[in-house]
């Protein structure tokens, strides 16, 4: 299982035991877009192969409002 928790300038990234940060500009050029306006199942995406997706993605945005 992968956890993730953002904060306003990053998401933190725990992945099969391994801790790891990802910083805001990285996950913005790798989405392509807005740090706010990206999503959580893109975060997933970018973190494991080939994520279980489940619920409504949720945007960052709102996650760190």
Do not use: C, W
């Amino acid at each position: 299982m992968t956890a993730l928790s953002f904060d306003e300038q990053g998401v933190d990234v725990v992945y099969e035991g391994t801790e790891f940060r990802l910083e805001r500009a990285l996950v913005e050029d790798a989405i392509d877009k807005s740090y706010p306006e990206v999503t959580d199942h893109e975060v997933l995406q970018i973190v494991e192969p080939n994520p279980t997706l489940s619920g409504e993605p949720k945007r960052i945005g709102d996650i760190t409002a």
